[in-house]
């Protein structure tokens, strides 16, 4: 890692949470390739030897891809634990890479919407983030669709002729790639709460719903990881991604129900008023501390404002923009990482000038409705 190098990093959030702001449910898919080196034992048996060879040849053919950047390089055992949770917060290196140190890298490009890792749970893992709704999982098939195949002309890949690309996990082994989809679901998590949204999702489609943040939290915000598993090989991953199409957009269908019961159904319509007029409240006297009330904040507010019931003094582009930056310059790493505040304290004392700055200078949220008083 060259000096400077994580600072410049960190100056800019990742390429999806540019998204966070917008009125869409699904705000982007992000697929992934998994790939093996053959000849080589995966990780978790290897040594850090067979390692640091699978890197030395890795490594070379990441740096000559066509059209990609990489604007941030490091091995791991360069990161100090700060710097390591920051990544990890903003989903830029796993659980599994945070572990690691020696013969294990990671790259980001210079847009933050592409990461690399090398020696993760697999030996070679890329994702690459693509906004949009529907057309998102079509781009994002097509094109790790043909880098997987660009890869596997550049490497020696781990591939069976009938079971298909390997795995460390037997049951990943098939195309070598796979999904996520970003969600916000902000009206299913007022109507139904962290606990049934997540069984209603999980009930839906056999994926796998986590929140977005680490330990949880985004549930409050109702953002969404929603993770498949890999795609079977040959003429089976046609009619998955089938099903994947039709399980996302009954997800999108559900939310936008939800929004409009919030709207159209009076004794939710006025519950959700009373959420929406309560936030005003609590922000402006600086009652929103914590982290996950942070996020259970700024996610009302922004529904309101989306379904007509707040006004902005700003332009929707603006006001997008601001509620896309809140999400990750509230978090508790980003916090302590930036503004070097390290106590809890000095955290929700931030969160708290942030919010009230946020709501009643720059958007200057107001209602739109007058409450009726029972």
């Known amino acids: ?5 994580f600072q410049r990093l960190a100056v800019n959030p990742p390429a999806y949470a540019n998204y966070f702001g917008q009125p ?5 898919t992000l697929g992934i390739v998994e790939l093996n080196i053959n000849g080589f034992p995966f990780p978790g048996w290897s040594t850090v030897e067979k390692s640091r060879q699978v890197a030395h040849i890795i490594l070379p053919v990441l740096n000559k891809l066509k059209g990609v950047n990489w604007s941030f390089q490091s091995e791991m055992s360069e990161l100090d634990s700060i710097q390591r949770r920051f990544l990890l917060e903003r989903m830029q290196i796993t659980y599994a890479m945070a572990a690691r140190n020696e013969a294990c890298h990671v790259l980001i490009n210079d847009k933050q919407d592409m990461e690399a890792y090398v020696n993760d749970e697999e ?3 890329i994702l690459r983030f693509f906004p949009g709704e529907e057309d998102s999982i079509s781009r994002a098939e097509d094109t790790c669709r043909k880098l997987r195949d660009e890869l596997t002309e550049l490497l020696p890949v781990a591939r069976h002729p009938k079971f298909g690309y390997l795995s460390a996990c037997p049951e990943k082994t098939g195309s070598g790639l796979w999904y996520s989809f970003l969600l916000h679901t902000p009206a299913m998590q007022i109507l139904n709460g962290n606990r049934q949204l997540q069984t209603e999702l999980e009930q839906l489609v056999p994926m796998d719903p986590q929140p977005l943040f680490p330990r949880g939290n985004g549930a409050h915000a109702g953002l969404y990881w929603l993770h498949t598993y890999t795609i079977s090989f040959g003429k089976a991953a046609r009619r998955t991604m089938e099903k994947l199409h039709i399980a996302v957009n009954d997800i999108i269908a559900l939310e936008r129900r939800a929004r409009t019961r919030l709207l159209m159904e009076p004794k939710k319509r006025q519950k959700f008023l009373a959420l929406l007029e309560k936030m005003l409240v609590k922000t402006e006297r600086g009652e929103v501390k914590t982290f996950n ?4 904040a700024l996610s009302a507010l922004q529904l309101g404002h989306e ?5 902005a003094r700003r332009s929707k582009a603006s006001t997008t923009k601001l509620f896309s930056a809140a999400y990750f310059d509230i978090a508790p790493t980003s916090l302590a990482l930036k503004q070097k505040l390290l106590s809890p304290r000095r955290r929700h004392e931030a969160r708290i000038d942030y919010l009230r700055k946020l709501v ?6 107001q209602p739109t409705f007058r409450q009726q008083k029972s």
Request: proline share 0%; net charge neutral.
């Open 1 to 5: 890692m060259k000096k400077g190098d």
């Open 24 to 28: 869409r449910v699904l705000l982007g």
């Open 123 to 125: 030996e070679l893992l």
């Open 293 to 296: 009330a942070s996020l259970e």
């Open 307 to 311: 379904l007509g019931l707040l006004r």
């Open 360 to 365: 009643h200078e720059k958007l200057e949220l």
